[in-house]
């Protein structure tokens, strides 16, 4: 339960907050791009977090299976499995678009760090392409460390810049 709640729920409230923050930093030098850039970013957090409801949920019901029936458990998790990774964790597609995006327009209007945005541009290109078969494994393993690496990157950023706007 903790392990989906964090990484699934937590985490799509959390891109909330940091898709609306970067939507208001990059929305003036490229309006149009940034509001298809947005919507790709909220989707993708009310994915995660379904995901990670569902799971949630599933879990409750297969532990509580698994007293009686643990064949019956096992059949509903692995019907309930490909819901879950479909929903938020099987391809990271819409993911790779929003980060591809943002890192486009990062790049166009010089904002943020060039490095991290190129680091983005990986990152978007890795998870589209986890949404193919035969690069799905590698793909998404690219997509889920070199992400990790953007956002302390992007978080780093936007603490600094935060600080300058204090004073």
């Known amino acids: ?12 409230v959390v891109l909330v907050a940091l898709v609306l923050s970067l939507h208001a930093r990059l929305k003036t030098d490229a309006p149009m791009l940034m509001g298809a850039t947005t919507a790709f970013g909220l989707i993708w957090a009310g994915l995660v977090i379904a995901s990670g409801m569902v799971a949630n949920i599933a879990t409750g019901v297969v532990v509580d299976l ?4 643990p064949t019956q458990a096992t059949t509903v998790w692995l019907a309930v499995s490909p819901v879950i990774d479909g929903l938020g964790g099987g391809n990271e597609i819409v993911g790779g678009i929003w980060t591809l995006l943002v890192s486009v327009v990062a790049l166009r209007a010089r904002a943020l760090h060039r490095a991290l945005n190129y680091v983005g541009l ?23 460390l070199t992400q990790i690496v953007w956002f302390v990157g992007l978080g780093i950023l936007l603490l600094r810049a935060s600080r300058r706007e204090a004073v």
């Open 122 to 144: 990986v990152v978007g290109t890795a998870g589209i392409l986890s949404a193919i078969p035969a690069f799905g494994e590698v793909g998404g393993g690219i997509f889920g």
């Open 1 to 12: 339960y903790a392990m989906y709640l964090l990484i699934y729920v937590v985490f799509g």
């Open 66 to 69: 698994y007293g009686t029936d």
